[in-house]
Structure formats: structure tokens, C-alpha cells
């Protein structure tokens, strides 16, 4: 867009504060040679796109289970060492990549891409001594050679969020016009002509995002009974896949001067979710690796939310480039989360389980480099 600051109204424009930009103004922005004038005309521009970079910290809302444990004589935990809730997640880096084209009349077509490659958490436990026996809480460890009598124990949990989505924004602009006689319409802030322009955007759209995550335990512990020695290893993995598909709406404000502007958007929406987990399950017995549980899997379909927040400040470096900086929330709720689908049982249908029901909240900062036109 043109030069905003140090401008004074169009011939006949009122002098009253944050007069509304309506659909003739629109079209006289579209058509004008003149980009200072176009500006006045109208606050939502022709074309625009930033690119941030997000540092998202998610918090682990999975269910709180006792993972690495001792049993008593019963066979009931008598403590717990490790723990689902033992793992958090610290800040991750993420990208986010938005670009619009106005259709006309204050439509805009606009597509936006989320990513956040890899969230990763995990916890080590090594026994104590000798006489403690590290073991699963139910029959699964029983059962097992590795798993009975753990040596040591490491948890990794992590995931990765994918998310494109194409929406409708319909842009409403107003402005607050300088006083009259203030010199040229397209003078700068520093000719003592103040402006200030705002937006009210709706938007309506489809969006598309997966969440897939993993849950790992490795263990291990040293022979030393008669016959082959060394170290034994187990392993018990879990990967599930979320797709989610659906609409949603939202709405985003922005206000800025000749410097200083901000911008706070909200969207939610209803999305159908397929849900899908596998998990195996692998001993170590006569020297060798062997499946105390073969991959088995789950899948359904069912309804889930994705929410998100942000509020960003914005610099204005020239009437076209801008610095971004802002805070994001993002809720995601009725997925299946890799923790949730732990089985610690040992039966046929173990394993065979589906959980959808957890949610994903990532919250964190961003910044990047907008361009309006």
C-alpha cells in the first residue's frame, strides 16, 4: 500500500473519527494509479503474506499413567518411577506462512500453512540397585524376560503438527481522517498530519491438519543366570495419527498508525477426525529379539475442536514491509494421543484399543515479516 501518514481527506470526506471504507471505496482502490490515494481509499489491501517463525512449548495433557513401577507380593504397584506426567515439553520451533489476494469488493482469498516438524520429550530411570525389580504394572511385565527386571528404562514421546487450510475473509476498513487544510494528501507523518486505519475481518474456511505422535520405551537389563550372558533389550512402541478435516470461522482486528499497529485473530471449528493407533511389543530370549506382541492397530472416526488465538504488535518498517510479534494459543481436542493407548495388559485383545478423547494445547511466540500491497 501507499504512504499512510501525513494525509488529509478526499474532497468532501468528513473530518469524524474511523469513517467506514464501503464497497465504492473498494473499487476506486482497485482502479486508482495513485498508491497514497488508494491507501485513504481503502485499509484492506490487494495483495499481502508474512512469514513467522513460533517457538510453541505443548503441554502434556495426556492421561497420568505409572509406566516403569514395583509390585509387591500381590502384584500391585508399590511405587512408581516413571510416569507418563513425567514427561514435558519445552519451547519447539514451528513456521507459519500466510498469503491473501483481494477478489474484489472486499473479498480475499486466503491460504495459510502450520508447522510444527518435531515436539519431543523424554525421562530416563536406572534401578537403584540389585534387588529392585523395574517392571510394567500389569501382566505385560510378568510375562516378559526384559521387562520383568529392568536394568534401566527411557521414555520418548514425540509429535509433529501439519496443518493447511484455504479461507474467505470479507475486509471492512475505516479511517480516521486528518484535519482539514493539513496540507497534501499524501505528505508524510512528519508534515503534522496524523492518520490512523483500521479492519474488522470475517473469515470462513476449510481446513485440513494432522497430528501424529510416538511413544517409545526402551529397556535393558544384563544376563547373568546361567547359559548366554550380555545385555537383553526390549522395546514397547506406539504411533498414532490424527487427520482431521472440517470448517471453521473466525474473525481478526487490526489497528495501526504511521508505526505502531497491532492485530488479534480468534478461529474455531468443528472437524471430523480419523483416528488410527498401532503398537508392538518386542523380548529378548536365546540371544535374540522376538514380538511378545505383534503389531496390532485401531482406527475410528469420530468429532473434535481446534481453537486457535493470537494477539501480534507490528512495526511498520515502509508503507509496504512490517515486523511482526505476538503471542499464539492453539487447542486441540478429541484426538488420540501415543501415551493414551499404553496396554499393559496380556490377553488377545490387548493392545486392540483405541483412545480418542485427549487434547493438544500449544502456546508460544512468534515473529516474521508481512508485506501489504
Same mark, same amino acid.
Given at each position: ?197 483500521? /479492519? ?13 505422535? /510416538? ?13 548366554? /550372558? ?128 485427549? /487434547? ?14
Amino acid at each position: 500500500m501507499g504512504r499512510r501518514g501525513g494525509v488529509e481527506p478526499i474532497a468532501g470526506a468528513a473530518a469524524s473519527p474511523l469513517e467506514p471504507a464501503g464497497d465504492a471505496d473498494f473499487a476506486s482502490a482497485a482502479t486508482s494509479g495513485d498508491d497514497c490515494l488508494a491507501a485513504i481509499c481503502d485499509p484492506c489491501p490487494r495483495a499481502y503474506g508474512y512469514v513467522e517463525g513460533l517457538f510453541l512449548a505443548r503441554d502434556n495433557a495426556s492421561q497420568d499413567q505409572s509406566v516403569i513401577v514395583t509390585l509387591d507380593l500381590d502384584g500391585n504397584i508399590e511405587q512408581t518411577f516413571l510416569a507418563t506426567s513425567n514427561l514435558d515439553f519445552d519451547l519447539d520451533p514451528a513456521v507459519r506462512v500466510v498469503a491473501g489476494r483481494r477478489l474484489g469488493c472486499g473479498w480475499v482469498l486466503e491460504g495459510a500453512y502450520l508447522g510444527l516438524f518435531e515436539s519431543a520429550s523424554s525421562a530416563f530411570i536406572e534401578a537403584p540397585d540389585q534387588e529392585t525389580d523395574l517392571t510394567f504394572p500389569l501382566e505385560l511385565g510378568l510375562v516378559s524376560n526384559v521387562f520383568s527386571d529392568m536394568g534401566e528404562a527411557r521414555l520418548d514421546f514425540s509429535s509433529a503438527l501439519h496443518s493447511a487450510e484455504l479461507n474467505l475473509v470479507r475486509c471492512r476498513g475505516c479511517r480516521e481522517p486528518c484535519g482539514k487544510g493539513q496540507g497534501d494528501p499524501c505528505q508524510t507523518a512528519a508534515g503534522g498530519c496524523q492518520r490512523s486505519w483500521g /479492519t474488522v475481518e470475517w473469515l470462513a474456511g476449510f481446513r485440513y491438519l494432522r497430528l501424529q505422535e /510416538t511413544f517409545n520405551i526402551d529397556a535393558e537389563r544384563q544376563q547373568t543366570t546361567p547359559g548366554p /550372558t550380555g545385555t537383553e533389550s526390549g522395546n514397547y512402541n506406539v504411533r498414532t495419527h490424527n487427520d482431521l478435516y472440517g470448517a471453521h470461522v473466525g474473525a481478526r482486528v487490526r489497528r495501526w498508525g504511521p508505526t505502531l499497529g497491532w492485530e488479534a485473530a480468534g478461529k474455531a471449528g468443528i472437524f471430523a477426525n480419523g483416528a488410527q493407533q498401532e503398537q508392538y511389543v518386542s523380548d529378548w530370549a536365546s540371544g535374540g529379539s522376538y514380538p511378545l506382541r505383534h503389531l496390532t492397530s485401531a482406527a475410528s472416526a469420530q468429532v473434535a475442536f481446534v481453537g486457535e488465538l493470537t494477539l501480534t504488535g507490528i512495526y511498520r518498517l515502509t508503507d509496504v514491509w512490517n515486523l511482526r510479534a505476538g503471542y499464539n494459543l492453539i487447542w486441540i481436542a478429541g484426538v488420540a494421543l501415543a501415551p493414551d493407548q499404553l496396554d499393559f495388559s496380556y490377553t488377545p485383545t490387548s493392545g486392540r484399543q483405541l483412545d480418542s478423547t485427549g /487434547t493438544v494445547f500449544l502456546h508460544g511466540v512468534s515473529g516474521g515479516l508481512e508485506a501489504r500491497w
